[in-house]
């Protein structure tokens, strides 16, 4: 009883770490695009103000079941992804290491892969039934951009698994500190491939075609108010943390202590925003092409390379 | 008489009874048929044991009968789901026409799948498999529509891999002069090189169409979304199987002792994940909720396929559980398309809309089958993909990986829009009137549903059955079992190393979805779908806010290039040269006697004209 009331701690404080952290992303990212459109932008913490202000309003109206089960789908995906993932390496000595395990001795890419989607799709039921058509158009243009990059991402996984034998992302860390080499150097296509869905996979321009403001009000999310909105809001800050430390584990060797998390974390979260700022937005064929295109051509480079290497 | 035959006469009366019984009174009709289904079933549940054989001595032949650990795990799908969609077969049926033509064929197909597990020589086998055949091609032209172009189509295919299957069980009789399957199993080496490999491609063909492998498919979803519903889940769920069946009999016995056999398996395991992506991709562009259920099952197909070719102890677990699980998923969603068609009286998304509200029970078996399709776990799909993916990847086949990955990724589009579709959007006035369907019809679906939710948390209970199965067709199991090859399980196959991650999903889930119920519903009012808000502006009532025609269409514009091509235009185009060569022959054989006279005396002449060159 006393270990689980223990575990149960340990997982609530990495669930606010990854809040505090995912939150002021978002917070800082305004405040860059902002800089960079030569605005003033809003605070950093101007993402707490709003989730504040969220979580403080009352509902007067619902829309039925599946409304209220698609938000807790979404929790589900960002919780589960997040306890699986390894935040901090198995090697590091820091004092506050061992709150940060959870469930890391199972983390297995396969399974984040479907896990990961479960949110998505059980938000796009909700999204249905409030049925509001942006909010469905939305739908079908975010799953269909996820066909799209879900290949070249699978396909730097399936490298990393060809060269290792192993799905686990725990393994795939010991790796990385037994070698001493990070795998994006290991595997550069591998490395290119992923980074190139990460695009994708966090929906900055030019793939923002789901919220896509001006065409579809925001997609998904747009009959959402008040305690839903805050629901969705934490628990996308809660897995853009968690792909993150997804990709750090997988690539960058993971990361010792909290400091090391932030800063490599935040330097690969700059790459989709930045490109973002200054891009326009495709159109929905147009982005799945893309990643068919060249990113899919390093996917099978990496391919290559890990059978050959 | 022992159990088999009984069984299998109880089920061939039964369907006569049935129908003549169904002259009298409908009710009468119904009540015959459960009967007919569900006694025999029940028999064969308790009565059969594995391993019983059993010989029959009829046209001068030996029939031999008996249960084998792998037909016994088939026919409990057989048996499982035909019990299943007889319970909703009857108030379905209610009030359509040809119900006694209905409750005849479907009876007599379960008979000719058990028929076909138990056959142990080739000649039941076959017989078997012909009336099985027929009455799935009798349900096919049911409704009378699009015979011409539906019904002929499977006809032909059913012919061709007939055929095959004729002549590979003849040249098997010929040279090894058995019609045993074991004889010719073990004598498979004192063939000839060139029979070696004809007889597994022959007996594959027919495997194939029947398991609608892509270049053979083209009958099945026209077949599929044709037939009633209630039989749907049976041709899709059951009948298919068979072919994997024969499938997997082909692969461990003959392919394994040949030379090339890894070449063939190599080709069939492409052609399968071929079948699995392109399948996905035509049911994403699917309008008609059977349509769409029909192309993917020739998807899910090609995952089970892609499993059989590959052959390796973990990856065959995975095709056998996806055999199973398919079955049950299926099932569930082609009766969710009946119920629906039941209460709307029609299946095309573009027409229906939000009957979340009206049938929640539907919807709710709805929403379990299309994530156990989709592979998320904690479902039942997930454990089977999960073990393709791992065998795959062992198997160093890593772009089939991708291939099948991309095939179960585009299958979210899919499931999406079947769900959408019938159950989400707007409301319309125009469904209003709509009821949940009769709880006959409900409770079958959820128990399927249900079924794999409980495969998913506890998949021991399916891997003991697949693994005495496959310990009989000659995988050696270290340890006495195979599961354990996959990190996905412990010694005693249940998920221990994912078991506390399903804990975890579900109690998290729970947490959630209660918090935001009590928070969200607590003195607040539904909204209907007409009263929301778009952008800030308020929608007129005139105004129409539904979103289903060309639903997946940027989806659609992405993939135009590849549906461009269909084999069925070049099947089409074959045929129709087949047809010009005729038009050619018939102007030979005109039918005039005139026509006739002239040849003979052309004969004639031509015999005079060279008559020293011929006779000297």
Same mark, same amino acid.
């Given at each position: 009883?006393?270990?689980?009331? /223990?575990?149960?701690?340990?997982?609530?404080?990495?669930?606010?770490?990854?809040?505090?952290?995912?939150?002021?992303?978002?917070?800082?990212?305004?405040?860059?695009?902002?800089?960079?459109?030569?605005?003033?932008?809003?605070?950093?913490?101007?993402?707490?103000?709003?989730?504040?202000?969220?979580?403080?309003?009352?509902?007067?109206?619902?829309?039925?079941?599946?409304?209220?089960?698609?938000?807790?789908?979404?929790?589900?995906?960002?919780?589960?992804?997040?306890?699986?993932?390894? @935040?901090?390496?198995?090697?590091?000595?820091?004092?506050?290491?061992?709150?940060?395990?959870?469930?890391?001795?199972?983390?297995?890419?396969?399974?984040?892969?479907?896990?990961?989607?479960?949110?998505?799709?059980?938000?796009?039921?909700?999204?249905?039934?409030?049925?509001?058509?942006?909010?469905?158009?939305?739908?079908?243009?975010?799953?269909?951009?996820?066909?799209?990059?879900? /290949?070249?991402? @699978?396909?730097?996984?399936?490298?990393?698994?060809?060269?290792?034998?192993?799905?686990?992302?725990?393994?795939?860390?010991?790796?990385?500190?037994?070698?001493?080499?990070?795998?994006?150097?290991?595997?550069?296509?591998?490395?290119?491939?992923?980074?190139?869905?990460?695009?994708?996979?966090?929906?900055?321009?030019?793939?923002?075609?789901?919220?896509?403001?001006?065409? *579809?009000?925001?997609?998904?999310?747009?009959?959402?108010?008040?305690?839903?909105?805050?629901?969705?809001?934490?628990?996308?800050?809660?897995?853009?943390?968690?792909?993150? @430390?997804?990709?750090?584990? *997988?690539?960058?060797?993971?990361?010792?202590?909290?400091?090391?998390?932030?800063?490599?974390?935040? *330097?690969?979260?700059?790459?989709?925003?930045?490109?973002?700022?200054?891009?326009?937005?495709?159109?929905?064929?147009?982005? @799945?092409?893309?990643?068919?295109?060249?990113?899919?051509?390093?996917?099978? *480079?990496?391919?290559?390379?890990?059978?050959?290497? | 008489?022992?159990? $088999?035959?009984? $069984?299998?006469?109880?089920?061939?009366?039964?369907?006569?009874?049935?129908?003549?019984?169904?002259?009298?009174?409908?009710?009468?009709?119904?009540?015959?048929?459960?009967?007919?289904?569900?006694?025999?079933?029940?028999?064969?549940?308790?009565?059969?044991?594995?391993?019983?054989?059993?010989?029959?001595?009829?046209?001068?032949?030996?029939?031999?009968?008996?249960?084998?650990?792998?037909?016994?795990?088939?026919?409990?799908?057989?048996?499982?789901?035909?019990?299943?969609?007889?319970?909703?077969?009857?108030?379905?049926?209610?009030?359509?026409?040809?119900?006694?033509?209905?409750?005849?064929?479907? =009876?007599?197909?379960?008979?000719?799948?058990?028929?076909?597990?138990?056959?142990?020589?080739?000649?039941?086998?076959?017989?078997?498999?012909?009336?099985?055949?027929?009455?799935?091609?009798?349900?096919?032209?049911?409704?009378?529509?699009?015979?011409?172009?539906?019904? #002929?189509?499977?006809?032909?295919?059913?012919?061709?891999?007939?055929?095959?299957?004729?002549?590979?069980? +003849?040249?098997?009789?010929?040279?090894?002069?058995?019609?045993?399957?074991?004889?010719?199993?073990?004598?498979?080496?004192?063939?000839?090189?060139?029979?070696?490999?004809?007889?597994?491609? %022959?007996?594959? =063909?027919?495997?194939?169409?029947?398991?609608?492998?892509?270049?053979?498919?083209?009958?099945?979803?026209?077949?599929?979304?044709? !037939?009633?519903? &209630?039989?749907?889940?049976?041709?899709?769920?059951?009948?298919?199987?068979?072919?994997?069946?024969?499938?997997?009999?082909?692969?461990?016995?003959?392919?394994?002792?040949?030379?090339?056999?890894? %070449?063939?398996?190599? #080709?069939?395991?492409?052609?399968?994940?071929?079948?699995?992506?392109?399948?996905?991709?035509?049911?994403?562009?699917?309008?008609?909720?059977?349509?769409?259920?029909?192309?993917?099952?020739?998807?899910?197909?090609?995952?089970?396929?892609?499993?059989?070719? $590959?052959?390796?102890?973990?990856?065959?677990?995975?095709?056998?559980?996806?055999?199973?699980?398919?079955?049950?998923?299926?099932?569930?969603?082609?009766?969710?398309?009946?119920?629906?068609?039941?209460?709307?009286?029609?299946?095309?998304?573009?027409?229906?809309?939000?009957?979340?509200?009206?049938?929640?029970? =539907?919807?709710?078996?709805? %929403? $379990?089958?299309?994530?156990?399709?989709?592979?998320?776990?904690?479902?039942?799909?997930? +454990?089977?993909?999960?073990?393709?993916?791992?065998?795959?990847?062992?198997?160093?086949?890593?772009?089939?990986?991708?291939?099948?990955?991309?095939?179960?990724?585009?299958?979210?589009?899919?499931?999406?829009?079947?769900?959408?579709?019938?159950?989400?959007?707007?409301?319309?006035?125009?469904? !209003?009137?709509?009821?949940?369907?009769? &709880?006959?019809?409900?409770?079958?679906?959820?128990?399927?549903?249900?079924?794999?939710?409980?495969?998913?948390?506890?998949?021991?209970?399916?891997?003991?059955?697949?693994?005495? &199965?496959?310990?009989?067709?000659?995988?050696?199991?270290?340890?006495?079992?195979?599961?354990?090859?996959?990190?996905?399980?412990?010694?005693?196959?249940?998920?221990?190393?994912?078991?506390?991650?399903?804990?975890?999903?579900? !109690?998290?889930? +729970?947490?959630?979805?209660?918090?935001?119920?009590?928070?969200?519903?607590?003195?607040?009012?539904?909204?209907?779908?007409?009263?929301?808000?778009?952008?800030?502006?308020?929608?007129?009532?005139?105004?129409?806010?539904?979103?289903? +025609?060309?639903?997946?269409?940027?989806?659609?514009?992405?993939?135009?290039?590849?549906?461009?091509?269909? #084999?069925?235009?070049?099947?089409?185009?074959?045929?129709?040269?087949?047809?010009?060569?005729?038009?050619?022959?018939?102007? #030979?054989?005109?039918?005039?006697?005139?026509?006739?006279?002239?040849?003979?005396?052309?004969?004639?002449?031509?015999?005079?004209?060279?008559?020293?060159?011929?006779?000297?």
């Amino acid at each position: 009883m006393e270990y689980i009331l /223990i575990k149960t701690l340990e997982a609530m404080a990495t669930f606010i770490l990854a809040f505090l952290v995912g939150m002021t992303y978002g917070g800082v990212v305004r405040k860059i695009t902002g800089r960079v459109h030569n605005r003033l932008g809003p605070p950093w913490y101007q993402n707490f103000i709003d989730a504040f202000k969220l979580f403080s309003k009352t509902r007067g109206i619902h829309h039925g079941a599946m409304h209220f089960l698609g938000a807790a789908f979404l929790m589900v995906t960002s919780v589960v992804s997040l306890m699986i993932i390894p @935040v901090l390496a198995p090697g590091g000595h820091a004092w506050y290491n061992s709150w940060f395990t959870n469930m890391n001795f199972n983390g297995d890419l396969i399974f984040l892969l479907y896990i990961m989607t479960f949110g998505p799709l059980g938000m796009a039921m909700g999204a249905g039934q409030t049925g509001n058509p942006n909010s469905s158009i939305g739908v079908t243009r975010g799953l269909s951009q996820m066909v799209g990059f879900e /290949i070249p991402w @699978v396909m730097a996984l399936v490298a990393l698994m060809i060269s290792y034998k192993t799905t686990s992302v725990i393994d795939f860390m010991n790796i990385q500190r037994e070698t001493g080499t990070w795998l994006m150097f290991a595997n550069p296509f591998a490395f290119i491939a992923a980074v190139l869905a990460m695009l994708g996979m966090f929906r900055y321009s030019p793939f923002d075609i789901v919220g896509a403001p001006t065409e *579809l009000a925001s997609g998904p999310v747009s009959e959402n108010g008040g305690k839903f909105l805050f629901t969705m809001m934490s628990s996308g800050s809660v897995f853009t943390f968690a792909k993150l @430390v997804l990709y750090v584990d *997988l690539f960058m060797g993971g990361a010792n202590n909290l400091v090391m998390l932030v800063v490599k974390t935040f *330097l690969l979260y700059m790459i989709p925003v930045l490109y973002g700022i200054v891009s326009p937005r495709y159109r929905t064929e147009q982005a @799945v092409r893309w990643f068919w295109g060249w990113p899919t051509f390093i996917g099978l *480079l990496a391919i290559l390379y890990a059978v050959m290497f | 008489m022992d159990m $088999i035959t009984l $069984i299998l006469l109880l089920f061939l009366g039964g369907a006569i009874v049935t129908w003549l019984g169904g002259k009298l009174s409908p009710i009468v009709g119904d009540m015959l048929f459960l009967v007919t289904i569900i006694v025999p079933a029940g028999m064969f549940f308790t009565g059969v044991t594995v391993g019983e054989v059993t010989h029959l001595h009829a046209l001068g032949l030996t029939l031999t009968w008996g249960l084998s650990p792998l037909s016994y795990l088939f026919s409990m799908i057989v048996v499982g789901l035909g019990i299943l969609l007889a319970i909703y077969a009857v108030p379905f049926m209610k009030g359509k026409q040809k119900t006694g033509a209905f409750y005849f064929n479907f =009876t007599l197909s379960v008979m000719a799948m058990l028929g076909i597990l138990v056959s142990k020589d080739w000649v039941s086998f076959f017989i078997f498999w012909e009336i099985m055949t027929w009455s799935s091609y009798l349900m096919v032209i049911l409704n009378g529509k699009d015979v011409q172009r539906v019904g #002929i189509k499977y006809f032909i295919f059913s012919a061709i891999g007939a055929y095959a299957m004729l002549m590979a069980m +003849v040249v098997m009789n010929s040279q090894l002069g058995s019609f045993l399957m074991a004889d010719t199993f073990n004598n498979f080496q004192h063939l000839t090189v060139g029979n070696q490999i004809l007889i597994p491609i %022959l007996l594959l =063909t027919a495997f194939g169409v029947k398991s609608a492998m892509m270049p053979l498919h083209v009958w099945a979803p026209d077949a599929y979304s044709n !037939a009633p519903m &209630a039989y749907t889940g049976l041709f899709s769920g059951a009948l298919s199987k068979m072919g994997i069946y024969g499938m997997v009999l082909v692969m461990v016995t003959m392919i394994n002792q040949l030379p090339e056999g890894t %070449l063939i398996r190599d #080709i069939i395991a492409w052609m399968g994940g071929f079948t699995a992506a392109a399948a996905t991709l035509w049911a994403i562009t699917q309008d008609d909720g059977k349509k769409l259920l029909a192309w993917s099952s020739v998807g899910q197909m090609g995952y089970i396929i892609v499993g059989v070719a $590959i052959g390796t102890p973990l990856a065959m677990l995975a095709a056998l559980f996806l055999v199973v699980v398919h079955a049950m998923f299926k099932g569930s969603l082609f009766m969710v398309v009946g119920a629906i068609e039941k209460q709307t009286g029609t299946t095309d998304f573009r027409e229906i809309n939000g009957l979340i509200r009206k049938m929640p029970w =539907t919807f709710i078996s709805a %929403l $379990i089958s299309v994530i156990a399709l989709a592979g998320i776990p904690p479902l039942a799909g997930f +454990v089977s993909k999960w073990m393709l993916y791992e065998a795959l990847i062992q198997n160093n086949n890593y772009i089939l990986v991708i291939l099948l990955f991309f095939a179960s990724t585009a299958g979210f589009l899919y499931c999406y829009k079947f769900l959408h579709g019938y159950f989400l959007g707007q409301e319309e006035p125009e469904w !209003a009137h709509v009821k949940e369907a009769p &709880a006959a019809m409900v409770i079958p679906m959820l128990l399927l549903a249900i079924g794999t939710f409980v495969l998913g948390t506890f998949p021991q209970l399916l891997f003991k059955p697949i693994d005495s &199965a496959l310990q009989y067709v000659g995988y050696d199991a270290t340890g006495g079992h195979l599961w354990g090859q996959s990190i996905l399980f412990s010694e005693w196959g249940d998920i221990v190393t994912l078991q506390p991650i399903l804990y975890v999903v579900l !109690a998290v889930f +729970v947490f959630f979805a209660l918090f935001l119920w009590f928070k969200g519903t607590k003195g607040t009012r539904y909204v209907s779908t007409k009263d929301i808000s778009t952008s800030g502006e308020l929608p007129k009532e005139w105004e129409n806010l539904t979103f289903k +025609v060309n639903f997946m269409q940027p989806f659609e514009r992405t993939i135009e290039p590849f549906l461009k091509r269909q #084999i069925d235009k070049y099947y089409t185009a074959f045929g129709n040269g087949l047809e010009a060569l005729f038009e050619f022959t018939r102007r #030979i054989y005109t039918g005039n006697g005139q026509t006739y006279a002239i040849y003979a005396i052309l004969f004639l002449a031509l015999l005079l004209l060279f008559r020293v060159n011929l006779f000297g």
